[in-house]
């Protein structure tokens, strides 16, 4: 399964290696200007360049090494009216993805007022991934023969998508999916692992720690959902359901 991470487009490679080891390093990129400092009212080519890669690196992490990344950069809103500035430094903003409609951060860093904006950038990332093979209606099980692969753009799919048809086999869909539509985990109806009361086994781990034990489930165990367990000593924790009466905790 993937899910919101991505790679880069064949055209970075041909650009200086530099650029992406020093985001990698958590470096500051820097565009410095080769004329005197005037008002920044658009990108200069340069500056286009370090967003796109620095949005390109953002994307890469966790992909697999097949799938490729295409950014646009956007435009600066017109209505700023931005200071003179020497050396612009752009940055991920924390908090945001590189993927799909999102911004990479500008800053001001040698000027005579630090200002700091965004700009818009699209990324798309496209992989290979499950489809439907044909028109699926809500409720439908699936099987071998409903499904396919294609690359797709998996940056504009809800939810995580599947490169291995056999995660989806018997799954229940939760609404209808067009023939070549990804099939994604908000495509999928959630599985009930265990009911309320029932014993299941509870994994606690923490730094440089795991342990292991059982408890009784306080409400019934929704796949990839919190739930409360009881252990028998009267303690309670809270952990995410990852499968059949099985319970994980993270410390």
Known sequence: MISRAHIPATESLRRPALAVLLVLAGLP?????QAPAAALSGLSAELRLQVQDMAQSGARAGMPAQ??????????DPRLKLAPCSQVQ???????QMWGRTRVGLRCVDGRARWNVTVPVQVRVFARAV???EPLASGVNLTQAQLATAEIDIAAVPGAVFTDAAGLLGRTLSHPVAAGEALSSSSLKM???????ETVQVRVSGPGYAVAGEGQAMAAGL??????VRFDNGRVVTGRVVGERRVEVLL
């Open 29 to 33: 990129l820097v565009a410095r200007s």
């Open 67 to 76: 799938a490729r990344v295409d950014v646009q950069v956007g435009q600066l």
């Open 90 to 96: 752009p940055y991920l903003p924390a908090g945001l």
């Open 131 to 133: 489809v439907a093979a």
């Open 191 to 197: 599985r009930q692992w265990f009911a309320a009361g």
């Open 223 to 228: 796949e990839g959902q919190n739930v409360k």
